[in-house]
């Protein structure tokens, strides 16, 4: 296993983790060296720092600089500590310390990154700022998945019940936004050799579309969802044909039913921003409430342009 700290102008491949010295963090670390060991792939384990509008603004530069020493002395400690934590690994570890804002450093290295993984909802740790807003800000921009890894794993008998689950839920809206978060699911279920469960959840006619006349039998939008996930279940086997597949239609609004799911399940998928699919839902609306909510790890993955999306439509025409 080899150490390294890139130079900056290194192409960033592989996991990248945010760190900042919360206990949030540092669940995001340990589930990042797990899922690098499982790929086979590098770990990017970074910091980000920021100097106080009121040092940078200052007149006097030496006070200025003295500050930015200070501060990115504090980010190397916590790199450092990082690197400490991780111990004897077969995975190889790069460290990276970035002066910019930490939504933004994550946001620009996800432009080459496969996966990219925070805490959810940090405090207290360095500048007590990097994963706070993070955890909602990435995932809706990030150009590759993001993990979102919740402070119970900090817990090692939670962190081991979650990671002893056997299967993985995604949920889906017919979109191709949420089509592509099913690909992304299915290799990380393969991956893992375990499930994937693809989950639809629709919520009551009247409620998800009120103006429609009250003679909308819901159990026929049921039955049509049913069909729909079936020709996409189809679809999915021509790409995984080993992949273990469930799938289910359950009733009720999107984020309660993922919340449920993830109780369950060892990661949860959604695509980003979803809308347009059948029933009427959107998966950009419910990423954020599964996000601060789930029972385990979330992964949000964005809209992709995937060439095995362009064949789905084969198999419905198969069926006419």
């Not at 979650?162 to 979109?175: F, L, T």
């Not at 026929?220 to 999915?236: F, N, P």
Request: net charge negative.
């Amino acid at each position: 296993m080899s150490d390294q700290t890139p130079a900056a102008t290194e192409k960033i491949e592989g996991i990248v983790v945010g760190v900042d010295g919360s206990q949030q963090s540092r669940c995001a670390l340990k589930w990042a060296v797990r899922e690098a060991s499982r790929r086979g792939t590098v770990l990017n384990v970074v910091s980000a720092y920021t100097i106080p509008v009121f040092a940078a603004s200052s007149m006097d530069a030496g006070y200025s600089t003295l500050d930015d020493d200070l501060i990115r002395g504090g980010a190397e400690d916590i790199v450092r500590q990082a690197r400490e934590e991780i111990g004897d690994t077969d995975v190889q570890v790069r460290t990276y310390i970035e002066s910019g804002d930490p939504a933004g450093v994550l946001l620009d290295l996800s432009n080459d990154a496969d996966l990219v993984v925070v805490g959810t909802r940090g405090r207290g740790g360095f500048v007590g700022r990097l994963l706070g807003s993070v955890s909602s800000a990435l995932p809706a921009h990030s150009k590759c998945p993001t993990v979102v890894v919740p402070l119970s794993m900090a817990r090692e008998q939670e962190s081991q019940e979650i990671e002893s689950r056997e299967a993985i839920v995604v949920g889906v809206d017919g979109s191709d936004r949420a089509r592509a978060a099913v690909l992304a699911a299915a290799e990380a279920a393969l991956a893992r050799d375990i499930t994937l469960r693809v989950v639809c959840a629709v919520a009551p006619v009247s409620a998800a579309l009120a103006w429609m006349p009250a003679t909308v039998d819901q159990e026929a939008v049921l039955e049509d969802v049913r069909y729909q996930m079936e020709v996409g279940a189809r679809w999915l086997k021509s790409h995984f044909p080993d992949l273990k597949l469930e799938t289910d239609v359950i009733p009720g609004p999107p984020v309660e039913v993922l919340i449920r799911e993830s109780e369950h399940a060892v990661l949860t998928v959604t695509g980003s921003r979803g809308r347009g699919g059948f029933a009427g839902m959107l998966l950009g609306s419910t990423s954020q409430g599964v996000l601060h909510h789930s029972k385990g790890p979330v992964m949000v993955v964005p809209d992709s342009e995937d060439p095995r999306l362009a064949d789905r439509k084969d198999f419905e025409e198969e069926e006419q």
